[in-house]
């Protein structure tokens, strides 16, 4: 593997674990992400020279080089908390979920602080996955930066009572993790496993801090339930296969039951408004259980989403209903409800969602003008 190559494999595996530590040892954001980035040049200066190290001994060079400036800050923290240890680097990636996600913080600028430091993200991924401009997603990541640093705000997965109001932008952050894991919005993998699973784990890690909450268990089986089908996503030259052509024989049954178990402990708590991870999951449920593409329940998909929009009613909703609805009714039905949405004109599944039904319409000319 070539110097540059190895050195990209190991900052999309091993950035998060090591930019969390350092960032309860250092304290700030800049200073650790600093670190990370002088370990990176000069592995891509010394790589080529001396040769690329074996898999492990490449990932302790990066870490170790990542961590000697922040031995100036708390060499003592770095010998206790070692990143070698699996638990504390559990703990340091909550913590950073939770310091990224604090009330003081608006709820859009703590997912968006979120994605950029714990899924490594650039500027311009955060703002793809938030659908806002770039410019306006940079100055937003600066801003919450300097407000975390002029709040003093605590490096901590927060107390029991603090929970509550830190589960709405934790929950989101772990949700769209997980989506730049199984839909990468750029580079040419179809799945970024380690970024998916890494998704899942912190949900299973909220579920252990918050287990009757319906938030938490919605989220875990909205994850499950789609994670399931990551065996039959691509065919053996890694092309991408649609849900409708999927081997269910390969889906993972086991999780696709977990996630329906947890469905249901869900809904029990909340029988009268269910929580919308909840509604979402129980879409992705439709599909799992599903003997075949044909045999999918449309009308509870679609009823489904009328209980999604009563409460979170945001243009990408309405946008996965027409999905649904042109399963259902037609592909027309379906892109007359494409085209009257508004507010998607940089989202990549907009023109997708668009083109696909111009060409199941045999409109081809229109879908290919794009």
Known sequence: MAAGDAVALLVREERTRVLATLIRVTGSVDLAEDAVQDAVERALITWPRDGVPA????????????????????????????????????????????????????????????????????????????????????????????????????????????????????????????????????????????????????????????PDEPTVLGLLALLLLQDARRGARTDAEGRPVLLADQDRTRWDRAMIREGVKLIGAALRRTPDRPDPYVVQAAVAACHALAPSWAQTPRD?????????????????????????????????????????LDGLAVYLWWHAGRAELLHRLVRAQEARGL
């Open 300 to 340: 509870a998909m679609v009823s489904w989403y009328d209980v999604l929009l009563t409460m979170h009613d945001t243009p990408v909703v309405r946008l996965n209903r027409a999905a649904a609805v042109s399963e259902r009714d037609g592909p027309g039905a379906g892109l007359a409800l494409v085209e009257a």
């Open 55 to 210: 898999e492990r001994r490449a990932i302790d060079v990066i870490r170790r080089k990542a961590r000697r400036p922040a031995k100036e800050w708390d060499a003592v923290a770095l010998h206790d908390s070692s990143p070698e240890s699996p638990g504390v680097v559990r703990d340091d990636l909550l913590r950073l979920v939770f310091t990224c996600c604090h009330p003081c913080l608006s709820l859009e600028t703590q997912v968006a602080l979120a994605l950029r430091t714990l899924a490594g993200l650039s500027t311009a991924e955060v703002a793809r996955a938030l659908v806002v401009p770039e410019a306006t997603m940079a100055k937003r990541l600066t801003r919450a930066k300097q407000e975390i640093a002029r709040a003093g705000i605590p490096y901590r997965v927060p107390g029991a009572e603090e929970l509550p109001g830190r589960l709405a932008g934790v929950a989101a952050t772990v949700y769209l993790v997980f989506n730049e894991g199984y839909a990468p919005g750029e580079g040419a993998d179809l799945v970024r496993g380690a970024l998916a699973d890494e998704a899942v784990r912190l949900a299973r890690l909220l579920a252990g801090l918050m």
